[in-house]
């Protein structure tokens, strides 16, 4: 196989036209059998096989420096720069990130999983290269979907206005993770079917020099626009159409499906993960009825629908009540506060991970102005999601102290309907609802929103255990076990509210507790539980606090993290029985 050949770019330097296009196809088959096994990143990998070839034939990585956006698309890259064996030896799989990362090489230049970075990054390296008076090409990998991003739109426009060497390459394959949406899109249109000669330009009117590549797909078209840019002195756009899911026809067919995928077969394309009913579903299901029994609901989305159930199929049962507002989270929590201002009911729906990239908008447009917009967060917590990137651990940390902003945890199915039930109803101030991570469970519920406190489950006394959202579980099955072992009946309490320290019922709870354990899903600086802690502390108790040190975690063994962080009822158990024996 000529991928044996491949250690380093520049040994592609020495391969014929012919060679690299076979090359492409065994990276291509190394994709598909790599993702078929753990699951990845199908389609995006799978159409920019040649571009990445041809840029690591043109460019000289690392002096030269490509950044990439997302790093959806980065398989290639990585197979080229020394890390093949973590796609096509099934034992190394797992030593390989899907995202680039500084800590694997010194050809990933920055640690990326979220969109439109990779302009701004990439003018960033140009400054500084020209601020040190050193001499390397600079290029930018950004697909079109990353493009609805406001981050790649403030790069774009400031790049307009450099005046030294950025190559951009915006990979146009006609989708985002799902359908592109915006209005940049009509001029990318126009430009394809003109072959890049439409006089209305979006990337020219910025300032910026264009290149049209019909067929990104063909490594000899590419290394040649490549070659007439490298070393260029002005800010260049070199706009590729490549096909999302080549050379793997369900991927080529089934784009949104296969942006990512977990395992499958390869030859039936069936999933092969088994994945059962979850609260994604369970919340898409309800979403539709609450919309089709209330005309002033509407759901938003931020370019990722299929993270939160709603497939095609599923938006077409909603046709007119689903905005998805393209890469643009920020965007979707200022559109929801007007909305929610005129009088209607919207609902954002975002991962945790994302929902970072508004903070601003939620403190400033929506909660400053008090409007009852709804907010699900999605893969919130340690459970769902194992890359730095897309931890979703510290979403509480850094909204529970807005105000104005009500954060719901709920822990089973029936507390996030009686949740999101209360959302919709009120109209006093925006609500947040986390959507629960763990294993599906239908559960009860008895929350009286009537009036805003923590829900007692169990009344004992000598030691109370608070669990929040997804760790209540666990803070269940620690009162069980210091029950079965020691006899104690403790108090066990749902906290239910992130954002809240329900001081009337921690005041009678220290009449006759001695001892406090506060477990959460989140990092515990910053957290629930420290607020819960800081509170009690005035009155004496002793609090032992759950959750996770700061730190970003990547793809980590999650029996391991938890126990490290002693979240586990065992673990639990022997730290409170240590402080009681004192």
């Given at each position: 196989?000529?991928?044996?050949?491949?250690?380093?770019?520049?040994?592609?330097?020495?391969?014929?036209?012919?060679?690299?296009?076979?090359?492409?196809?065994?990276?291509?088959?190394?994709?598909?059998?790599?993702?078929?096994?753990?699951?990845?990143?199908?389609?995006?990998?799978?159409?920019?096989?040649?571009?990445?070839?041809?840029?690591?034939?043109?460019?000289?990585?690392?002096?030269?420096?490509?950044?990439?956006?997302?790093?959806?698309?980065?398989?290639?890259?990585?197979?080229?720069?020394?890390?093949?064996?973590?796609?096509?030896?099934?034992?190394?799989?797992?030593?390989?990130?899907?995202?680039?990362?500084?800590?694997?090489?010194?050809?990933?230049?920055?640690?990326?999983?979220?969109?439109?970075?990779?302009?701004?990054?990439?003018?960033?390296?140009?400054?500084?290269?020209?601020?040190?008076?050193?001499?390397?090409?600079?290029?930018?990998?950004?697909?079109?979907?990353?493009?609805?991003?406001?981050?790649?739109?403030?790069?774009?426009?400031?790049?307009?206005?450099?005046?030294?060497?950025?190559?951009?390459?915006?990979?146009?394959?006609?989708?985002?993770?799902?359908?592109?949406?915006?209005?940049?899109?009509?001029?990318?249109?126009?430009?394809?079917?003109?072959?890049?000669?439409?006089?209305?330009?979006?990337?020219?009117?910025?300032?910026?020099?264009?290149?049209?590549?019909?067929?990104?797909?063909?490594?000899?078209?590419?290394?040649?626009?490549?070659?007439?840019?490298?070393?260029?002195?002005?800010?260049?756009?070199?706009?590729?159409?490549?096909?999302?899911?080549?050379?793997?026809?369900?991927?080529?067919?089934?784009?949104?499906?296969?942006?990512?995928?977990?395992?499958?077969?390869?030859?039936?394309?069936?999933?092969?993960?088994?994945?059962?009913?979850?609260?994604?579903?369970?919340?898409?299901?309800?979403?539709?009825?609450?919309?089709?029994?209330?005309?002033?609901?509407?759901?938003?989305?931020?370019?990722?629908?299929?993270?939160?159930?709603?497939?095609?199929?599923?938006?077409?049962?909603?046709?007119?009540?689903?905005?998805?507002?393209?890469?643009?989270?920020?965007?979707?929590?200022?559109?929801?506060?007007?909305?929610?201002?005129?009088?209607?009911?919207?609902?954002?729906?975002?991962?945790?991970?994302?929902?970072?990239?508004?903070?601003?908008?939620?403190?400033?447009?929506?909660?400053?102005?008090?409007?009852?917009?709804?907010?699900?967060?999605?893969?919130?917590?340690?459970?769902?999601?194992?890359?730095?990137?897309?931890?979703?651990?510290?979403?509480?940390?850094?909204?529970?102290?807005?105000?104005?902003?009500?954060?719901?945890?709920?822990?089973?199915?029936?507390?996030?309907?009686?949740?999101?039930?209360?959302?919709?109803?009120?109209?006093?101030?925006?609500?947040?609802?986390?959507?629960?991570?763990?294993?599906?469970?239908?559960?009860?519920?008895?929350?009286?929103?009537?009036?805003?406190?923590?829900?007692?489950?169990?009344?004992?006394?000598?030691?109370?255990?608070?669990?929040?959202?997804?760790?209540?579980?666990?803070?269940?099955?620690?009162?069980?076990?210091?029950?079965?072992?020691n006899g104690i009946n403790a108090t066990l309490i749902n906290a239910l509210?992130?954002?809240?320290?329900?001081?009337?019922?921690?005041?009678?709870?220290?009449?006759?507790?001695?001892?406090?354990?506060?477990?959460?899903?989140?990092?515990?600086?910053?957290?629930?539980s420290q607020k819960v802690s800081a509170y009690l502390s005035k009155h004496?108790?002793?609090?032992?606090?759950?959750?996770?040190?700061?730190?970003?975690?990547?793809?980590?063994?999650?029996?391991?993290?938890?126990?490290?962080?002693?979240?586990?009822?065992?673990?639990?158990?022997?730290?409170?029985?240590?402080?009681?024996?004192?």
């Amino acid at each position: 196989m000529l991928i044996d050949k491949i250690n380093q770019p520049a040994d592609l330097k020495t391969l014929s036209a012919n060679e690299l296009n076979n090359l492409a196809e065994e990276i291509r088959l190394g994709i598909i059998n790599r993702t078929s096994k753990i699951g990845g990143h199908v389609g995006s990998n799978l159409g920019l096989v040649e571009c990445t070839i041809a840029m690591h034939f043109v460019f000289d990585s690392p002096k030269d420096k490509i950044v990439f956006d997302v790093s959806h698309q980065c398989y290639t890259h990585k197979i080229l720069t020394g890390r093949k064996d973590g796609f096509f030896d099934e034992d190394k799989y797992s030593t390989i990130s899907g995202y680039t990362t500084t800590a694997e090489s010194e050809h990933d230049h920055f640690c990326v999983g979220h969109t439109s970075t990779s302009i701004s990054l990439a003018t960033g390296l140009c400054l500084g290269r020209d601020l040190l008076k050193e001499n390397y090409n600079v290029i930018a990998v950004i697909g079109d979907g990353s493009l609805s991003g406001g981050e790649a739109l403030e790069g774009l426009d400031f790049a307009g206005e450099y005046k030294n060497n950025l190559i951009i390459v915006a990979n146009d394959n006609q989708m985002s993770i799902s359908d592109n949406h915006g209005g940049i899109y009509k001029n990318l249109k126009l430009l394809r079917e003109t072959n890049g000669k439409a006089e209305q330009n979006f990337f020219k009117d910025l300032g910026l020099e264009y290149k049209f590549v019909e067929n990104g797909n063909d490594i000899s078209s590419l290394i040649n626009a490549f070659l007439q840019v490298k070393d260029t002195t002005c800010p260049t756009v070199v706009h590729i159409c490549t096909q999302k899911g080549k050379g793997y026809m369900p991927a080529e067919s089934d784009k949104e499906r296969w942006h990512f995928h977990a395992p499958f077969n390869i030859e039936t394309a069936e999933d092969s993960s088994q994945a059962p009913y979850g609260f994604v579903q369970y919340a898409r299901d309800l979403l539709i009825e609450r919309i089709n029994s209330n005309d002033k609901i509407t759901i938003l989305c931020a370019g990722t629908p299929g993270a939160i159930g709603f497939f095609a199929e599923y938006r077409e049962k909603v046709e007119g009540r689903f905005i998805d507002v393209g890469i643009a989270e920020e965007h979707a929590v200022a559109l929801a506060s007007g909305m929610a201002k005129a009088g209607t009911k919207p609902i954002f729906c975002v991962q945790s991970s994302f929902l970072q990239r508004c903070y601003d908008q939620l403190l400033q447009d929506l909660c400053l102005n008090n409007n009852p917009a709804v907010i699900i967060v999605y893969s919130s917590g340690i459970y769902p999601m194992r890359d730095a990137t897309h931890m979703g651990v510290f979403d509480i940390a850094y909204t529970s102290s807005i105000p104005n902003l009500t954060y719901l945890c709920p822990t089973n199915a029936s507390e996030f309907k009686d949740c999101l039930d209360f959302a919709i109803n009120q109209n006093s101030s925006p609500v947040m609802i986390r959507l629960p991570m763990t294993k599906f469970v239908q559960g009860d519920s008895a929350i009286d929103f009537t009036k805003k406190s923590y829900q007692i489950v169990n009344s004992g006394s000598e030691v109370a255990f608070i669990g929040l959202g997804n760790h209540f579980e666990i803070t269940k099955k620690s009162a069980d076990l210091l029950l079965e072992k020691n006899g104690i009946n403790a108090t066990l309490i749902n906290a239910l509210y992130a954002d809240f320290v329900d001081e009337k019922t921690l005041d009678e709870l220290v009449q006759n507790h001695r001892y406090f354990v506060v477990v959460e899903d989140g990092i515990l600086q910053g957290g629930f539980s420290q607020k819960v802690s800081a509170y009690l502390s005035k009155h004496g108790a002793k609090t032992l606090c759950y959750g996770y040190k700061k730190e970003f975690m990547d793809r980590f063994n999650l029996k391991e993290k938890l126990a490290e962080n002693r979240i586990s009822e065992d673990l639990i158990i022997e730290d409170l029985l240590s402080i009681i024996s004192k």
